[in-house]
């Protein structure tokens, strides 16, 4: 009985693509970078907004499940999906995200009710991926930009949750490394599948996709680097020991995708060991940077 309980939870944490949350990590960048990890209103803030952010996520996912269900069940790996494969009904599907619409609702009323601007972002984020998902993903360079967008949106969310301003810097360096992340997906979608997964694929030649994901390389490197040296007065040279832990990180990651990888950034972060300690190192460099001197 409770292995059945168990596959039955398994293919709705698949639905809610739980895995992805991960992403929003970026909602506490905010948070830690201007000092205030020690701050237990804002940190519990914060959290909530994690929470928020992934539910609307989830809200999402389902989403672009129905729309794209047809297509799924053709891809080799898709098809395994819970609305694809058929282990969950399109109606439940659907009623499931009207429950996580209704709760970020509910939360963002009953908890951050005296702010609007939260949940402002949230519903911008949730209008340009449904409208993504309808059509906008057929159009190049708007496909990769609205999913650079997300990214930035996830920083701002968690900034204006807490009152907090970000750096320019740190903002550009996390739109130079979506856009990498987002060109490089679609890189290795085009090698990996070819033009008939995706449509737009069929206007990104190989090599202009070779071209900008080196370029966002680059770009995020040269923007991290700026963002350490606008703050060495604050928190000394040791900040700049950051620099090589990114670089050697990108590197990383630009060797999986350009090896045997599908280029997806939750599967190859979360499947990577050595990507996972530098990730860590980083952390806990940062930590040191910012709160322990």
Known sequence: MYLRKG??????????????YIKNI???????????????????????????FSLISSVVYIF???????????????RFRPLASGEIKIKTARAIAFLLLAAVLGINVLIVHHKVLPLVVLMVYLALNIAYSSYL????????????????????????????????????????????????KRRNELLKRGMTHRLVLRYYPKEFLDKVMYMFLGT????????????VKIYGDVVLLSVPIVIITVLKYTLIIESDSD?????????????????????????????GR
Not at 263 to 291: C, F, H, Q, R, W
């Open 263 to 291: 280029g997806d950034p939750v599967e190859v972060i979360l499947s990577d060991k050595t990507i996972m300690s530098l990730g860590i190192i980083y952390a806990a460099l940062m930590l040191y940077v910012l709160y």
């Open 220 to 231: 995020t490197m040269v923007f991290y680097s700026l963002w350490c040296e606008s703050v």
């Open 26 to 52: 970026l909602v506490f960048v905010p948070l830690v970078f201007a000092n205030n990890l020690f701050d237990i209103p804002k940190v519990i803030q914060a959290g909530i907004g994690f929470f928020l």
């Open 7 to 20: 596959k039955g939870m398994k293919k709705y944490i698949k639905l809610l693509r739980i895995k992805h």
């Open 64 to 78: 672009n499940d129905i729309k794209d269900i047809e297509k799924d069940r053709q891809h080799p790996t898709k």
């Open 137 to 184: 993903k057929n159009y190049p360079i708007i496909d990769v930009l609205i999913l650079a967008f997300g990214y930035i949106l996830r920083i701002y969310f968690g900034a204006v949750l807490v009152d907090i301003t970000v750096s320019a810097w740190l903002y550009l360096s996390m739109m130079s490394l979506s856009f990498f992340l987002g060109f490089g």
